[in-house]
């Protein structure tokens, strides 16, 4: 964590000034160490790091919903581009949690609607039902939770706020049923204007032969906990690959 402290640190209103018009977000997964010992060294120069109540390593716990027969997991699964997720998420180091959808269209845009909630992560309330029926087209009584996961991330922003980064560390999962840890691996998720050059982060990825790949934490959770019922047959393919290529880091 002492690596943390040699980036200048800035606040989420410094931020702001980072939003793209046509946003590109591309994922990289990478075993820790390779974070840590390689990566971050090597860019502390060109990122600011954001710092939220003088912390820089923040804690997030989120819950998926979804339809009695999974729909929101098989339309990822499938590829459908018009698909959605509904999380209640926390930010345990701020105490603030927020009810959420995210909805990718049929271009590939993802957008997202929240509201702030206080109510417990697992359940949705009858006060909520009015907001996820403006954004979603099912009936949100019938939403059940799925897949717990926590992690903790790191925000980074380019100097010329040209690109920033999310890094989440120590992802985890659990269900009603079944944990999963996934101590010795990252993930790291630029976002930038599309067809912006390669920036310092992406060629340090690229030096230490770290490459993109799609990886939704909310479906590779439920694929590791080996819930029933569900289609994953490409999602196992996908975790093969990560696998093999993180040297067994899952």
Not at 71 to 90: E, I, P, S, W
Not at 133 to 143: A, D, F, M, R
Not at 198 to 210: A, D, E, I, R
Not at 221 to 229: A, K, S
Request: glycine share 6%.
């Amino acid at each position: 964590m002492e690596i943390l402290q040699k980036f200048t640190a800035v606040g989420l209103e410094d931020i702001g000034k980072a939003n793209f018009m046509n946003r590109v977000d591309t994922k990289f997964p990478l075993r820790s160490e390779v974070l840590w010992k390689k990566i971050l060294p090597e860019i502390i120069d060109d990122y600011y790091i954001v710092e939220i109540g003088g912390l820089h390593y923040m804690e997030y716990k989120t819950v998926y919903f979804d339809t009695p027969d999974n729909m929101f997991f098989t339309a990822h699964h499938n590829g459908k581009l018009d698909r959605y997720k509904v999380r209640k998420r926390m930010y345990v180091d701020t105490k603030t949690s927020f009810l959420e959808v995210k909805h990718k269209n049929n271009k590939g845009k993802t957008k997202k609607k929240r509201i702030e909630m206080q109510t417990d992560l697992f359940e949705i309330l009858p006060e909520e039902y009015e907001f996820l029926s403006k954004h979603i087209p099912y009936n949100p009584e019938t939403l059940k939770p799925v897949i717990e996961n926590h992690f903790h991330r790191i925000t980074l922003v380019k100097k010329d706020m040209g690109e920033r980064c999310t890094i989440d560390c120590e992802l985890g999962f659990s269900d009603s049923k079944n944990g999963h840890e996934t101590k010795s691996f990252a993930m790291v998720e630029l976002k930038h204007e599309a067809g912006a050059p390669k920036s310092p982060l992406q060629n340090t990825l690229f030096k230490y032969g770290v490459h993109k790949s799609g990886f939704s934490k909310y479906c590779m959770g439920r694929v590791l906990n080996g819930q029933q019922g569900l289609k994953t047959n490409l999602f196992r393919e996908k975790l093969r690959m990560l696998q093999k290529r993180l040297n067994n880091a899952l």
